[in-house]
DNA sequence: CGCATCCCCTGCCTGC
DNA sequence: TGCAGGCAGGGGATGC
């Protein structure tokens, strides 16, 4: 679930309560995640310090004052909740599913649960030396963690072809046409492949293709045509990309299910999708009478309009 | 290397 | 009400 937008909008969230501080406690309720935990997991955790929480495509990055980082991947289903030690500041992301423990209702600032309480699915507990207790849940565990020396990092096998990180430099109109260039592949799954743009997902492409006009059934290399219009079609593209991964951060991301900010809130940018998970709505351009659709790109689901996106 | 297919896992929704 | 099937934000492994 979480694609770039939401996985920076969870590192936004922790980064005031893990940057600074030391591990004092790791408990692996359940280590067998996508991969399986890495031998000696909490034992190398215990006693770092969190020096900074980066992102690199879809990863949080936690840099240790060991020279190790800890890399954490939320999947399709992971979430990071952050329960603070003092009772006016407790957060969390249950406050909805746990209300009758007080009699109904839960209001602001209070407890909605017991830091530590078992939910389903919590796998990862991190207590950090200002009392925060920050815990993962994946009820499908595709995430992971990883702990890898820091200069080893830029080598790693998750990192080594990762492609442009899409709201940098690098993502240029000439970038795209350089790695479009003689691919026969559709333009969305181009656009879904890390290599290529690092963080995108299948919210984020189909709804950046229809910002663009693009069809995602086009072919990638057609944004590296000599021509002036694929020139002019890429740089569009790249233009869309970031203004929805904008668009989408300052809405605080995308919940559809799972996902939740460090804090426990939803995001809002689903409700400002144009085509996705739309089919059979009309298109919401101004004057467009299209019905957005649904397809198949590299088995994953399409949503697109026929009309405005050629 | 590029590309397609299948798989990992759990939960939810739909239709019968 | 139960059950089968399809689908879900990600990405790794395998085979051609």
């Not at 109904?104 to 991190?126: I, N, S, T, W």
């Not at 069809?215 to 990309?241: D, F, Y």
């Not at 809405?251 to 559809?256: D, K, M, N, Y």
């Amino acid at each position: 679930m979480p694609e770039l937008p939401e996985v920076e909008i969870v590192r936004r969230g922790l980064e005031p309560v893990l940057a600074g501080q030391t591990f004092v406690r790791v408990e692996l309720k359940r280590p067998d995640l996508r991969f399986p935990l890495p031998k000696g997991f909490a034992r190398r955790l215990v006693g770092q310090r969190v020096m900074s929480l980066g992102r690199r495509a879809k990863y949080l990055l936690a840099r240790l004052s060991g020279g190790d980082v800890l890399i954490m991947h939320l999947g399709m289903t992971g979430r990071f909740t952050v329960a603070h030690p003092l009772p006016t500041h407790r957060i969390t992301s249950v406050a909805d599913t746990n209300r009758s423990a007080r009699g109904g209702g839960v209001r602001a600032g209070e407890f909605a649960y017991e830091a530590g309480a078992d939910q389903k699915h919590d796998h990862v507990v991190f207590r950090m030396s200002n009392g925060a207790v920050i815990t993962y849940n994946d009820p499908r565990r595709f995430g992971f963690m990883l702990l890898v020396p820091e200069p080893r990092l830029e080598a790693h096998p998750l990192f080594k072809g990762l492609g442009a990180e899409p709201l940098g430099n690098e993502l240029t109109g000439a970038y795209l046409a350089l790695r479009a260039a003689g691919r026969r592949s559709d333009i969305k799954t181009f656009l879904m492949d890390q290599r290529i743009v690092a963080g995108l997902g299948n919210i984020y492409v189909c709804e950046a293709l229809f910002r663009a006009g693009l069809s995602p059934g086009r072919k990638a290399s057609s944004l590296a045509g000599k021509g002036g219009t694929a020139t002019e079609r890429a740089g569009r593209l790249v233009h869309a990309i970031r203004a929805v991964l904008g668009d989408a951060i300052a809405a605080g991301g995308s919940t559809l299910r799972d996902y939740r900010r460090a804090d426990g809130s939803l995001g809002e940018f689903q409700h400002s999708f144009s085509v996705y998970s739309r089919a059979g709505m009309p298109c919401l351009r101004r004057g467009c009478r299209g019905i957005v659709r649904r397809a198949i790109h590299g088995a994953r689901s399409t949503f697109f309009c026929p009309v405005c996106q050629r």
